[in-house]
């Protein structure tokens, strides 16, 4: 056992001279592979902690959401509708939403307004996300200008501003009362955006989606899963679109895989010839191309897996943040909790280390077992 484990430590060692001898094309060989490895990591943190983060946020989305279709579009759903929704079995509350979108002329910028009864909102009073607060320059106690539908000026003040932890969700929203919602976009009486529906027992959903639906053609059930369901579509669906981006990056590595799988150089022929004639086994010479190919995966992988890790966690992914999360003028900034699946990395080992190692082994395998007078005179 000591006897192999020298044996092994000392052709590590001549393989580390040996690349060495030709650092200039193993250097360049290793940033190449380092960037693939570095970008696909990256791509892979970045979409896995948003997913995430979505599922955190989602699971306090109400058991069903029911919308009303006009002409296969959303529309205004009558609140008379809640009442006969409540008395379903199995429906525990049912509770009318008031929320919509209000475009800034100013910026450019949409927000996202709701309707709440909280503490925090008052007559005339507002809480707004940390986005809006940044993009209009504004701080608690100032005068926020809206116009409403029927351009009836509507002036309200800042109560409070949400903080940046928080910016995930609301960093583009405006919470009114009720009251000041109406006025602002002229809403109709005895109506509402949606209704959320509590269900007591998770299992029941689909049946209470299902006579919702019966008692009301023109509506539109959504179960919490399918919202959680489309979410997690869309992030997946992104991080596809990226991917074929960096198509180019995993171009490259596939030709130096080649490079290495098709044949040796002239040098290296040689260098297996010189190594053969002193008295190296095949076996040893197998080896030390299998400790190259090793050091410089792992070394690539390793490195890259690392500071993909630091682009995503602590600079917040600034290569393609925005090609993930969306466009708008109103981006949320925000901290993304370090997460790291395993089966995914073991993935993308498999895919770049495993392949590239076996490329070395095998041309060295028929420069090997050829006479080493052949070899050096090649």
Same mark, same amino acid.
């Not at 949409?110 to 309707?115: E, G, L, P, S």
């Not at 053609?217 to 869309?234: A, F, G, M, N, V």
């Given at each position: 056992?000591?006897?192999?484990?020298?044996? %092994?430590?000392?052709?590590?060692?001549?393989?580390?001279?040996?690349?060495?001898?030709?650092?200039?094309?193993?250097?360049?060989?290793?940033?190449?592979?380092?960037?693939?490895?570095?970008?696909? !990591?990256?791509?892979?943190?970045?979409?896995?902690?948003?997913?995430?983060?979505?599922?955190?946020?989602?699971?306090?989305? &109400?058991?069903?959401?029911?919308?009303?279709?006009?002409? *296969?579009?959303?529309?205004?759903?009558?609140?008379?509708?809640?009442?006969?929704? !409540?008395?379903?079995?199995?429906?525990?509350?049912?509770?009318?939403?008031?929320?919509?979108?209000?475009?800034?002329?100013?910026?450019?910028?949409?927000?996202?307004?709701?309707?709440?009864?909280?503490?925090?909102?008052?007559?005339?009073?507002?809480?707004? *996300?940390?986005?809006?607060?940044?993009?209009?320059?504004?701080?608690?106690?100032?005068?926020? &200008?809206?116009?409403?539908?029927?351009? #009836?000026?509507?002036?309200?003040?800042? *109560?409070?501003?949400?903080? %940046?932890?928080?910016?995930?969700?609301?960093?583009?929203?405006?919470?009114? #009362?009720?009251?000041?919602?109406?006025?602002?976009?002229?809403?109709?009486?005895?109506?509402?955006?949606?209704?959320?529906?509590?269900?007591?027992?998770?299992?029941?959903?689909?049946?209470?989606?299902?006579?919702?639906?019966?008692?009301?053609?023109?509506?539109? &059930?959504?179960?919490?899963?399918?919202?959680?369901?489309?979410?997690?579509?869309?992030?997946?669906?992104?991080?596809?679109?990226?991917?074929?981006?960096? !198509?180019?990056?995993?171009?490259?590595?596939?030709?130096?895989?080649?490079?290495?799988? #098709?044949?040796?150089?002239?040098?290296?022929?040689?260098?297996?010839?010189?190594?053969?004639?002193? *008295?190296?086994?095949?076996?040893?010479?197998?080896?030390?191309?299998?400790?190259?190919? #090793?050091?410089?995966?792992?070394?690539?992988?390793?490195?890259?897996?690392?500071?993909?890790?630091? %682009?995503?966690?602590?600079?917040?992914?600034?290569?393609?943040?925005?090609?993930?999360?969306?466009?708008?003028?109103?981006?949320?900034?925000?901290?993304?909790? &370090?997460?790291?699946?395993?089966?995914?990395?073991?993935?993308?080992?498999?895919?770049?280390?495993?392949?590239?190692?076996?490329?070395?082994?095998?041309?060295?395998?028929?420069?090997?077992?050829?006479?080493?007078?052949?070899?050096?005179?090649?």
């Amino acid at each position: 056992m000591k006897r192999a484990l020298e044996r %092994h430590l000392n052709i590590l060692d001549f393989t580390l001279a040996s690349l060495l001898r030709r650092k200039a094309k193993n250097f360049s060989l290793l940033a190449v592979y380092l960037l693939v490895v570095f970008m696909l !990591a990256s791509l892979q943190f970045f979409v896995t902690a948003l997913k995430r983060e979505a599922a955190i946020i989602l699971s306090d989305t &109400p058991d069903l959401i029911v919308q009303r279709l006009s002409a *296969g579009r959303q529309d205004l759903v009558p609140v008379g509708y809640a009442e006969e929704i !409540a008395r379903i079995r199995g429906v525990t509350q049912v509770r009318p939403r008031l929320w919509g979108y209000y475009y800034d002329a100013l910026n450019g910028a949409n927000y996202t307004v709701i309707a709440s009864d909280d503490p925090m909102v008052a007559p005339s009073r507002a809480a707004v *996300g940390a986005g809006v607060a940044k993009t209009r320059n504004l701080a608690v106690g100032d005068l926020v &200008p809206l116009t409403s539908y029927d351009k #009836t000026p509507l002036m309200v003040e800042i *109560g409070s501003i949400f903080p %940046h932890s928080s910016d995930l969700i609301a960093a583009d929203m405006i919470i009114l #009362t009720p009251e000041d919602f109406k006025l602002l976009f002229n809403f109709p009486k005895g109506q509402a955006t949606d209704l959320a529906v509590s269900v007591r027992n998770p299992k029941e959903l689909s049946t209470v989606a299902a006579k919702i639906a019966d008692r009301f053609p023109d509506s539109r &059930p959504i179960l919490k899963s399918e919202i959680q369901r489309t979410y997690q579509s869309i992030f997946d669906w992104r991080g596809g679109m990226t991917l074929i981006i960096l !198509a180019s990056a995993l171009l490259s590595f596939i030709i130096f895989a080649w490079d290495r799988a #098709t044949g040796l150089s002239a040098e290296e022929r040689k260098e297996i010839g010189i190594l053969k004639s002193i *008295g190296w086994e095949t076996s040893d010479v197998l080896l030390l191309k299998f400790w190259e190919g #090793t050091v410089i995966s792992l070394t690539a992988f390793l490195l890259g897996v690392v500071l993909a890790y630091g %682009h995503v966690f602590f600079l917040s992914a600034p290569l393609f943040a925005q090609a993930l999360k969306g466009w708008s003028v109103i981006y949320p900034r925000f901290q993304l909790v &370090p997460v790291v699946d395993a089966y995914q990395l073991a993935v993308l080992f498999f895919l770049t280390v495993i392949p590239y190692t076996t490329a070395t082994v095998v041309p060295c395998w028929r420069a090997a077992t050829t006479d080493p007078d052949a070899a050096m005179r090649s």
